[in-house]
């Protein structure tokens, strides 16, 4: 008879619901071993390190069952919505096949885990996904973003980025005509320093902020003919050719750089929120010193942190509680 046992609802050397979500709740946020420390110190209760990494990414597998990837826009929507991605890379660990130490057969590399946000314009609210997976799963979790933001069919989705070909295609892949992507404004003007350096070194700042002018009132021909005087000669390697790279970008996203129209409808013109999230969502906990993930338990931390990034949290523990009752 274990009459505690029952009334707690917790089986012989197991965790009870609410020390799990103890241990998942620290372990989202820092390092297994320092939760052992974290729940001694605040609980008095001593906990090995494999338990609290077993039980927090068990939970963030739950979180990743219930993710939404095959989200339906409704007919009528908001207005327009941000919609920004990108990539990050993250420590990752391999063990090759084989006998003897695992620690001798690590392999350590580095992969991108790619996050997604959209948000109702004019709102700082955020719901975020990400992956370590492909492309296309990533840009489904997009999608589903841009869904709980409130997107409809009739609504403008309203993409920045940096550029990169893959993420421009999901935005044309997930959003079709409703979608329009807009080069960052700041990773455009990083080229315009690098070539200002080298076409105006005494006046660069100033040289510059005219071609910054110019690309906001959507004078990009301007711009190219005021460089085109100064490309370096095609055998320089592109680390020696800022003025020929900038050139480049510029002439590769021409159909991106509509400025002027973002900025007199009132949207964003910059993808720091993205910035932001990598480092809130996704660098905070696996891109801590001395770290390296297995690429399925990152996939489930993401998943967790993302849960709690989008206001899951409460709700999952409740339908948790709900289930063992």
Known sequence: MRPFARAAQVACRSYSLGLQRVLADFGADVPFGQVVEK????????????????ITQGHGAAFEREADLAAQMPARGVAWVVAEMDGSMIPTVQIAAGRGDKR?????????????????????????????????????????????????????????????????????????????????????????????????????SAFRRAQQQRLKENQVEAVRAELAPHGEAMSLPDAEAPVRVCLRYLSNHLEYLDYQGAIAAGWPIGSGEIESG??????????????WWREENAEKMLALRVGRANGEWQSYWARQRQAHA
Request: charged share 20%; glycine share 12%.
């Open 278 to 291: 990598h480092r809130t969502v996704i660098q905070a906990r696996l891109k801590v010193s001395g770290a």
């Open 104 to 204: 001798r057969r690590r392999e350590v590399s580095w992969q991108e885990a790619r996050l997604a946000l959209a948000g109702v314009g004019g709102s700082v609210e955020r719901y975020y996904g990400a992956t370590m997976g492909s492309v296309e799963q990533a840009g489904r979790q997009w999608r589903a973003c841009a869904v709980r933001a409130g997107a409809g069919r009739n609504t403008h989705i309203h993409c920045v980025g940096d550029g990169a070909s893959w993420i421009i295609n999901q935005a044309r892949e997930q959003f079709g005509g409703q979608g329009r992507y807009l080069v960052d404004y700041y990773h455009v003007s990083a080229y315009l320093a690098a070539a200002a350096a080298v076409v105006a070194p005494t006046q660069a």
């Open 39 to 54: 729940v001694q110190e605040h609980y008095g209760i001593r906990v090995a390190a494999s338990a609290v990494r077993a």
